[in-house]
């Protein structure tokens, strides 16, 4: 069973426009979520993380937005640039388990174009 | 500095090899992490580390062996590999109690 769930494998962006990636989660233990930016043949690179007691995380470019209600959370990237293009990872934490492990989406590949 | 360096970059071996797999990190970081990647698919976890210590072992088979040395070091020994082991293999480490794991560029391994 799935908990983490990032329904699109893929989207596309004009460079300068927004890129709104999804994440869906269906544990409700879950109480910290973070996104990692994936080249090809590379580790995955920290981005921004939130926690629950949050609705909002913003860094730069990138902002985080978290609907505990709904469990979705959504990564904005304003404004997109062709060097953003990557496979972006929604990964969470469980309350409940242990402090280490880390559940991860699919991910979804976002293409940049200039 | 959030960096994590993996040795090799690349690795070829055949199913009766011994090899090794190396991670570092100098950021004081006490808990190291093993994950496994397959192409077009998330992170899989395969060990942790706290103190030097096996914390989390994933039922991951015997043919991977891990060792942390110091904290530092992590390492990971590999014997008797089947072809379906090929994959990217990352190291990560994370300050105790605290959520962001920083990951190393991986070794990208094949078992042919």
């Known amino acids: 069973d799935q908990q983490v769930k990032q329904n699109s494998p893929s989207l596309s962006v004009q460079e300068g426009r927004i890129s709104i990636l999804n994440c869906d989660y269906t544990n409700s233990m879950f109480d910290y979520f973070l996104w990692y930016k994936k080249y090809p043949a590379e580790g995955p690179t920290f981005l921004i993380s939130?926690?629950?007691?949050?609705d909002k995380n913003e860094d730069g470019r990138f902002t985080v937005f978290l609907n505990k209600s709904a469990k979705h959370l959504s990564l904005h990237i304003v404004p997109s640039q062709p060097g953003d293009s990557a496979v972006y990872f929604c990964?969470?934490?469980?309350?409940?388990?242990?402090?280490?492990?880390?559940?991860f989406g699919k991910g979804t590949l976002l293409t940049v174009n200039p | 500095d959030t960096e994590v360096t993996q040795t090799p970059k690349h690795l070829v071996m055949g199913m009766t090899n011994k090899k090794s797999l190396k991670c570092e990190q100098h950021m004081g970081h006490r808990a190291m992490y093993w994950y496994k990647q397959k192409a077009k698919k998330p992170p899989e976890l395969m060990f942790v580390y706290s103190y030097e210590k096996l914390s989390i072992n994933e039922s991951v088979p015997s043919r991977f062996s891990p060792e942390c040395p110091n904290s530092s070091l992590l390492n990971l020994h590999l014997h008797a590999l089947q072809p379906e082991d090929s994959a990217l293999y990352l190291c990560?480490?994370?300050?105790?109690?605290?959520?962001?794991?920083?990951f190393g560029p991986g070794t990208r391994l094949t078992v042919l």
């Open positions: 939130i926690s629950s007691i949050k």
């Open positions: 990964a969470a934490r469980d309350s409940g388990g242990s402090n280490y492990k880390l559940t």
């Open positions: 990560a480490s994370s300050q105790l109690d605290v959520d962001t794991q920083y």
